[in-house]
């Protein structure tokens, strides 16, 4: 068992803590075990044999016993109590997801809106990941506490990053924007605008508590928009401390799925919006996915490997899911 495996099953103990209340820094000591595991990748199986497992950042005793029982067996009996108790038992469909398939990430955020790291560090970050393509999607002018970009500050953007692909030009830089779903389900960029961009998610940000009739209608609007390519975080929850958007599902998702537009899992452990019963749900109608970290720094790239047990759970097969597609079919895809 590879860190990576044990990140995964880390972070899904952490997620379905989550949905407690009452367990939410137990929660938090999960996912960030998993996500210091997914950013070292530490060689297990040697610091066990030494006894040595609570060296790691954020691995404290109990979680140190989950680990050293994960390689012992390749099971968590914690784990399997979680999802007997929340009623998401292990499947026998479950699909085979290999990271070291995985070709980049099209959702990121750099200090063009709300990201931490400059454009250039985060295009440095993916090229450790081992990505060949990096999607930089900041955020549209409706979000204004974030600086959200709009036409002039696209193109500025896209000067820059014409000199970033120079200094990184391992990673394929797609040029994107994640841009707000408006209460009417129009966007917040124009057309003319969008369809320069090679990368268009459009995401619900505000008034997630909408009428089901009226957000099913706004979701309707942006899955049949023809410049969308993904929705991002598809209801906006974050689990444990806001419930998501509650729409008529099965008809946004069938649409999503006839227009091809994608449906994200945001590897966030705060997001991880789908949720394995939804993804599964959108995978049986016909539904592809992206499976994106919406990384605010270079080291939340790591969500990707703790996270992708969701696809896996929902019997996501790698051929459903965009990042798994090398570049120009990628873009044969987002075009
Ligand atoms: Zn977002
Ligand atoms: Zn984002």
């Known amino acids: 068992m590879d860190a990576i495996a044990a990140a995964q099953v880390l972070s899904e103990i952490g997620y379905l803590l989550r949905q407690d209340p009452d367990e939410k820094f137990r929660a938090k000591a999960f996912s ?14 040697s610091l066990h ?57 099209v959702h ?31 955020h549209s002018p409706r979000i204004k506490v974030v600086n959200g970009l709009d036409a002039d500050r696209l193109l500025a953007q896209s000067r820059e990053m014409a000199e970033v692909q120079a200094q990184v030009p391992g990673v394929a830089l797609l040029q994107g924007i994640e841009v707000d779903i408006l209460e009417d389900g ?26 089901p009739a009226a957000m099913t209608e706004r979701m309707l609007r942006a899955v049949s928009h023809p410049l969308v390519d993904v929705i991002g975080h598809p209801t906006g929850r974050r689990p444990g401390s806001r419930e998501g958007a509650n729409y008529d599902f099965e008809a946004v998702f069938k649409e999503a799925a006839r227009n091809h537009v994608a449906l994200e899992i945001d590897c966030d452990p705060a997001r991880m919006d789908l949720s394995p019963e939804m993804a599964r749900f959108a995978l049986e109608l016909g539904c592809n996915f992206s499976l994106d970290a919406d990384a605010h720094a270079p080291a939340e790239f790591a969500y990707v490997p703790m996270g992708m047990w969701m696809a896996r759970r929902a019997g996501i097969p790698m051929d459903r899911i965009l990042n798994f597609l090398p570049l120009d079919e990628l873009t044969d895809a987002l075009s």
């Open 32 to 45: 960030a075990a998993a996500w210091s595991l997914a950013i070292e990748r530490p060689d297990l199986e």
């Open 49 to 105: 044999s030494r006894n040595e497992l609570t060296s790691l950042e954020g691995v404290g005793a109990g979680i140190a016993k989950v680990i050293a029982e994960v390689l012992e067996t390749g099971h968590s009996r914690y784990l399997e109590r979680l999802r007997e108790q929340m009623k998401q038992p292990a499947r026998d469909d479950e699909s085979v997801l290999d990271f070291s398939k995985y070709k980049g990430d």
């Open 108 to 138: 990121s955020h750099s200090t063009w809106s709300d990201g931490k790291s400059t454009m250039l560090d985060m295009a440095r970050g993916a090229e450790a990941m081992g990505y060949t393509y990096l999607g930089v999607t900041d």
């Open 186 to 211: 129009s966007l917040d960029l124009p057309d003319m605008v969008l369809e320069l961009l090679d990368v268009v998610i459009a995401s619900p940000h505000m008034k997630l508590r909408q009428e």
